[in-house]
């Protein structure tokens, strides 16, 4: 029985959850339920604090685990990463009050730079050849400045909301961007394939809408460029000699954009459905 672990709260949580039903797997009903055995797909869910994932697949205590790879990172944990889940995009940057004097990375230099992510902030700034000290903080670190604990910090940004509300202006690169990770234990990759291909059945089916549409045999070639899918679309026969039906898969994104392009082109009949599952 598969061994996997899943975080149990944080922004990574719901999304990672949410996945895992759609991939058909049970789910737990109550948030203060951290166990569960699905007997019929033979694997058991763990549900961990998210920064402790990475380090409980790494030592082989679970098989398999869905975590961010900020937190793969910062754990410096054995664990390999299988694939990139697209959910719970994060960034991290640097960020100081904006007449502090930081415009750039080697501003950083003999300077206190707080942060909840430690050694992935150590091993970047390691990287880039820049010694400061880290101030290790176990979240909200946009209120160290203000505090005097440190002079700048590293955090995770989405809209830079918070850190503008503490006072504080992002400056520097990109030091990381982040999304949900399905990480192994190793020696544990193969066993994993079942579920990474469910999940990545989840993945395709959130992107990818189907095409269904008909058209004179005439623009056939023109349509399938269009809509090429994802080998080639399936083309059948009408009864009108002249027409044929197509089908194929399309990026739920483009999908208004490749109607009208279709309906110029002389398609008729166009319709989008979802998908509930897929295997490509």
Request: aromatic content about 6%.
């Amino acid at each position: 029985m598969l061994r996997v672990a899943v975080p149990n709260k944080g922004i990574l949580s719901e999304s990672a959850i949410s996945m895992l039903k759609e991939a058909g797997y049970q789910t737990r009903r109550e948030q203060s339920e951290l166990h569960l055995v699905d007997a019929e797909n033979q694997i058991e869910f763990f549900y961990l604090r998210p920064r402790d994932i990475a380090t409980y697949v790494g030592s082989g205590s679970l098989d398999v685990g869905l975590t961010g790879l900020d937190l793969l990172k910062d754990s410096e944990s054995e664990a390999t990463e299988i694939a990139d889940l697209g959910f719970g995009g994060s960034t991290f940057r640097f960020a100081a009050p904006s007449d502090a004097g930081f415009g750039s990375l080697s501003d950083l230099a003999g300077k206190r730079l707080a942060t909840a992510y430690p050694k992935l902030i150590g091993n970047y700034l390691k990287e880039q050849g820049i010694e400061c000290e880290i101030v290790t903080l176990d979240g909200a670190v946009e209120s160290a400045v203000r505090l005097g604990v440190a002079d700048a910090v590293a955090d995770v940004v989405s809209t830079g909301n918070t850190l503008r509300k503490a006072g504080l202006t992002i400056f520097g690169p990109v030091i990381l961007a982040s999304t949900a990770r399905l990480i192994a234990a190793p020696g544990k990759e193969r066993d994993a394939e079942k579920l990474l291909r469910r999940l990545q059945g989840v993945i395709v089916a959130r992107e990818y809408v189907i095409f269904d549409y008909d058209c004179p045999r005439s623009i056939v070639e023109a349509a399938s460029k269009i809509t090429p899918g994802i080998e080639s679309p399936t083309i059948s026969p009408l009864a009108d000699p002249d027409w044929v039906a197509v089908r194929a898969l399309v990026k739920s994104s483009e999908t208004n954009r490749l109607m009208d392009e279709l309906y110029e082109l002389g398609a008729k009949a166009i319709l989008v459905s979802a998908i509930h599952a897929a295997r490509i």
